[in-house]
């Protein structure tokens, strides 16, 4: 009756990755416990997820090398494996919320979110890709298009695309204030997607910067977001909150890769009780203001909380 923050599964996303072939579950080193899943293994370990109560997750493609080029052309490819995942999740569990990523990294050769000349990131020459994209999804069946590559109006472009192609429906989570952060290392070990050249602070958020991200806010917002995300969380929790406090769309939170491997680092050594942790983590998201958060903890928290 006294608590002012109710945390439940209902509040979280989980993300998962899926890559090409059969029989694969391999576990990411600096992120234990996650894994590397071809289509047929993730099925079944979303359906234990389901049974948790778990309806919402996002899903990160692993590309193999070969298929990564300069224009990232393989994520609008039909023949991409993500695409197909895509459909057959949705084909299984039609009741989830499924939501995707759209950037370029996974499937660029230069391990960015946008395209590269001469070591420069070409803003607006990336939007078509990235509508490309979001529409190959959504033919796909995803619910929810997740641009996280921080690109200037790609919202509005984005947008634009899926309704010309007849997706009005298809959502917008708006990676809105995502920052150039430390903290992303274990999931781009996850992806193989580190840049190979330069850093990524031309397009994400510097982190000493707080005002910006109100401008985000508004760009996003007025471009048709539906959602708006502040990433990572735990160290952007005042970002969070006044993401909240201004604007009347919900807002999520990743609690990112680099977050939750610092628990899992701990809580290994003895230092943490990981449960504990993990859930004072969630709880203190949730408090700043995040109607909902994606999290690696999400499977462990759904157990944790199991009635
Ligand atoms: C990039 C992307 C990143 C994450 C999600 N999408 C990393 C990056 O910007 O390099 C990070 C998520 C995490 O660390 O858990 N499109």
Redesign the pocket.
């Known amino acids: 009756m006294v608590e002012e923050t109710n945390l439940s599964v209902q509040n979280l996303i989980y ?1 998962m990755f899926v890559e090409d072939g059969k029989a694969i579950k391999t576990e990411i080193k600096s992120l234990p416990n996650n894994f590397r899943f071809s289509i047929d293994q993730l099925l079944p370990e979303m359906e234990s997820c389901v049974n948790l109560g778990i309806d919402k997750f996002v899903l ?1 493609p692993a590309i193999a090398e070969g298929l990564k080029n300069t224009i990232a052309s393989h994520s609008y490819s039909t023949d991409n494996f993500y695409l197909d995942a895509i459909h057959k999740v949705k084909n299984e569990f039609p009741n989830i919320s499924l939501m995707s ?1 759209v ?1 370029m ?2 499937y660029s050769s230069d391990g960015h ?1 946008g395209l590269v000349q001469n070591g420069v990131i070409l803003n607006d020459q990336t939007l078509p890709i990235l509508g490309k994209m979001a529409v190959a999804q959504a033919q796909a069946g995803i619910d929810i298009v997740g641009p ?2 921080m690109m200037d109006g790609r919202i509005g472009f984005i947008r634009d695309e899926l309704d010309m192609a007849g997706f009005s429906d298809t959502s917008i989570m708006s ?1 809105t204030a ?1 920052y150039a952060s430390s ?6 070990d996850a992806l193989d ?1 580190q ?1 190979k050249s330069g850093d ?1 602070k031309s397009y ?1 958020m510097n982190p000493s910067n707080k005002n910006e991200a109100l401008i985000e806010a508004e760009l996003d917002y007025h471009e048709g977001a539906d959602i708006m995300m502040v ?2 969380a735990t160290c952007y929790l005042d970002i969070i909150h006044l993401l909240k406090e201004n604007f009347d769309i919900p807002i999520t939170a ?1 609690n ?3 977050e ?1 491997a610092m628990i899992y680092a701990a809580a290994e050594r003895g230092w943490l009780n990981y449960n504990d942790a993990m859930s004072e983590m969630l709880l203190s998201i949730r408090r700043a203001g995040a109607d909902g958060i994606l999290t ?1 903890f999400a499977k462990d928290f759904a157990k944790l909380n199991k009635r």
């Open positions: 993300p990160f990523d950037a990294d996974p979110d996280s590559d990676y995502k903290f992303y290392g274990p999931f781009r997607s840049p990524k994400q990433k990572p990743y990112v890769s680099g939750c690696y």
